[in-house]
């Protein structure tokens, strides 16, 4: 189930002022279809400057002890979806708690579900969107068999115009059919890590 997108108006939560909230520089997702780098490049990117690094799908993986694509056939897409989302807000959680600066690897849906863009705006998180051509997101995952919502070319076109929306909700846009380490310099390059020089 997607959500439909949010306007771009900030959400807080009760009893928190547009003017206080301020976004928490010390805390950025990555966000973007399948195979446009989120993982690959949040492990770089935090490798290089010293920040934790939170991958989502595999925080999902190790609640349900199952792949993701077994989570899908065997419990459907909506217990993905609740795990998500509760796996989201247990990483933003400890990421505030603990004041250690953290970059976030989403999943290729996660910013598709309104209560997750909720989370991540409470929570003072920036998103950077990893945006790559679908053609170029195609021939990179068209090996890969593990995707369970990756069928075929029809759908995976579909899906993706489906969620392009949500991903342009980001904050930020890097452009990702470079090399990994191409797009970790231009993240850097957008000012927005709190303590890293550009």
């Not at 217990?79 to 976030?104: C, D, H, Y």
Request: charged letters at 25%; a neutral charge.
């Amino acid at each position: 189930m997607i959500d439909a997108p949010h306007s771009n108006s900030k959400i807080y939560s009760s009893g928190t002022s547009a003017a206080n909230a301020r976004v928490n520089h010390r805390l950025i997702a990555l966000t973007g279809f399948m195979g446009c780098g989120k993982s690959t490049v949040a492990r770089l990117l935090a490798r290089q400057i010293g920040w934790v690094h939170a991958d989502l799908d595999k925080r999902i993986v190790e609640r349900a002890n199952l792949p993701i694509s077994a989570i899908f056939s065997q419990l459907g897409e909506p217990a993905f979806r609740k795990i998500e989302r509760q796996e989201l807000n247990r990483i933003l959680g400890e990421a505030i708690e603990s004041s250690r600066p953290t970059i976030v690897s989403l999943g290729g849906g996660t910013m598709a579900q309104g209560q997750n863009v909720e989370a991540l705006r409470q929570a003072g998180c920036a998103t950077v969107w990893l945006d790559c051509h679908v053609d170029e997101l195609l021939r990179r995952c068209s090996h890969i068999t593990d995707r369970p919502l990756f069928r075929d070319e029809a759908s995976f076109r579909q899906l993706y115009a489906q969620r392009l929306p949500f991903y342009e909700l980001a904050e930020h846009r890097v452009e990702s059919a470079v090399e990994p380490l191409r797009v970790v310099q231009d993240i850097i390059a957008l000012g927005i890590l709190e303590g890293v020089p550009t």
